[in-house]
């Protein structure tokens, strides 16, 4: 019984991607080590957090990442994308799941980027959403979407926007109940060749401004370490990164005050079209 409910109490905490209960997180073990930021970053997982990034890719990719929410199987978070380059811009698909038997969340999404101007891309992404709730309590399954802007202002420094359901679609009509719009502003900013700091602002309707941010250090061409760290509720982040000509490992683990460790990995290959 205990168990039963302390799961319920970490799900009402934690739950993301889907119905708002929590600002998600940018997928990604390196934007997870770097505070959680990744609207304006680059790399694979970009292309999941802000579909903007596809417009200056020209690499195939595919990538998997898993994230152990406070070291708890249940809440444990599987993604995984893929990237197709076109002559005119990038396409992407990712999938989502987050949970388990009795209760999980998914996430499908299939988008599109293109350049705009040499310096400014634009993204969409649709996006089918599912939560099942076992013992029969049911599923619901519904169709939203997300855009995202990008601006390479300079070589070194790039601004990102996103925003995930702007329509704010209704989740039941019992209640009334919508899903929230989710809101990411943000900068990356390569100081020099071995530095790079990102700075991000996240919102929804229902929650505290998260402020979040982060550092990455090159130590060597194939050896990358991070720190971050976020507010609403204060976390610390830190990871590393190894980067294997086409592949590239990612591990990092954030810090809860309270609730302890969430470990997360990446295994990314990408190659030139």
Known sequence: ??????????????????????????????????GGTGVASSGLWAFANNQASLGFN?????????????????????????VVPTKKGSFSANLSYFGYSQYNEKKFGLAYGLLLSKRLALGVQMDYLTTNIGNNYGSVGLFT??????AKVSEDLTLGAHIFNPIQVKLNDYNGEKIPSLLKIGLQWRLDKNFTAAMEAQSDIDNKIVMCGGLEYRIRDILYTRIGISNNPSIFSFGVGLQMKAFRIDFSSSMHQTLGYSPQLSLIYQMDK
């Open 1 to 34: 019984m205990f168990k039963s409910l302390l799961l319920i109490f970490f799900i009402t905490l934690s739950s993301i991607e889907i119905y708002g209960q929590k600002i998600p997180s940018n997928l990604g073990a390196a934007e997870s080590a770097m």
């Open 145 to 150: 979407f997300e855009i995202g802007l990008m």
């Open 58 to 82: 020209s690499q195939f990719g595919v990538g998997f990442y898993y994230e152990n929410r406070f070291m708890t199987k249940e809440l444990s978070l599987n993604a995984l994308s893929l």
